[in-house]
């Protein structure tokens, strides 16, 4: 009932305002994952639908944005990794979108100038203080705070809540809370905290818009926040970078011989995925998936079965 009360005031954020949107909930970009349709639904249900411009070229970028464009007539964003980082693709998105966002690489300001340039709005996901601080001297409009309990890479080494609370009182501007968050209440506990929003990712692994593989949304389903570790078990094609997954894709791994686990069909031409590699198992790829990097965050255990995006939307809002 407080819940229900408090998320009636909260409904209207600096994140709503910035962004146009009408709930404080961002989708997470999560490549192989974001489909269009996911991000549009999100979008079309009131949060901020994202996609991943990581690692596609920038005519395919364009091509997906359109596609997106024709689907939803809300703001969407775009998410790139930097260790990845195409600057023509950056372009792309700063001048077809409302939001382009970063995550894992010192804050740039030549970038954040690129994006406000094209005319969106700049965000950089942040993992320590060090870095928020960072992130608005590079002139940022928004940040990330991403505490250990996230799903997929993560940055630093701190909780959600004591990193929310000591970049609360660093920073100024915009801060959307990302890690562990799946459900009502703890959307409710990080705007109580402080946050502008909340970003979601594992929740919508699930959806059935998302581009993952059956067996890898049925492994998340059958899981609890105890069944996820950190880990550097999924390294090869981007070392040394902490990732959260479910433990039973390190054991299946660990025990896998071969250097070829799987394949990902890419427009007929199947890719080999090797053994530990950082690749996650969408509906395109064939082998074994269990042995692949399973990405999930502690928020797994809102994880119950495969429903609509607009649905996860409108029970991460119930009571609002
Ligand atoms: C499958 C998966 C892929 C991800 N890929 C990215 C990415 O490409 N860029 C990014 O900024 N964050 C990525 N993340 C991290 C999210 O932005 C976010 O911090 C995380 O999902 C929040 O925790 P949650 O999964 O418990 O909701 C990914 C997360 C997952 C689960």
């Known amino acids: 009932m407080i819940i229900y009360k408090f998320l009636r005031h909260m409904k209207k954020t600096l994140f709503t305002k910035i962004i146009g949107c009408e709930l404080p909930i961002q989708l997470a970009g999560m490549p192989g994952i974001n489909t269009v349709y996911l991000a549009a639904a999100v979008s079309s249900s009131g949060g901020l639908g994202m996609i991943s411009g990581t690692q596609m070229d920038p005519d395919f970028l364009l091509d997906t944005i359109d596609n997106l464009k024709e689907l939803t007539s809300q703001p969407f964003g775009v998410n790139f990794l930097m260790p990845f980082l195409d600057r023509d693709c950056v372009k792309v998105a700063a001048s077809k979108s409302k939001l382009v966002e970063f995550f894992y690489g010192d ?76 459900t009502t209440k703890d959307i409710a506990g990080v705007l109580n905290a402080g946050a502008a929003a909340a970003r979601v990712g594992t929740r919508f692994l699930a959806a059935r818009e998302s581009g993952a593989h059956p067996k890898y949304i049925q492994a998340l389903i059958d899981a609890k926040a105890e069944d996820t570790v950190l880990t550097e078990t999924f390294s090869v094609g981007w070392p040394h970078a902490h990732h959260r997954v479910l433990k039973s894709c390190v054991s299946a791994v660990n025990s896998f011989e071969g ?19 950082i690749a996650l198992p969408t509906i395109n790829t064939t082998g074994n998936i269990e042995a692949m990097a399973l990405y999930a965050g502690e928020s ?21």
Do not use: F, Y
């Open 107 to 182: 804050p740039d300001p030549s970038l954040i100038e690129m994006v406000h340039d094209g005319g969106a709005l700049a965000c950089w996901q942040i993992g320590s203080l060090k870095e928020a601080i960072q992130a608005e001297e590079a002139g940022c409009d928004l940040i990330v705070a991403q505490g250990t309990q996230a799903g997929g890479h993560v940055r630093g080494d701190a909780k959600l809540l004591p990193l929310l609370s000591e970049v609360l009182e660093n920073v100024n501007i915009p801060i959307i809370a990302a890690g562990g968050i799946g």
């Open 259 to 277: 250097e070829i686990v799987s394949e990902r069909d890419l427009a007929g031409v199947k890719k080999p995925i090797l053994k530990g590699s």
């Open 300 to 320: 797994v255990g809102a994880v119950d079965s495969i429903k609509s995006a607009a649905d996860i939307m409108s029970e991460l809002i119930k009571e609002i």
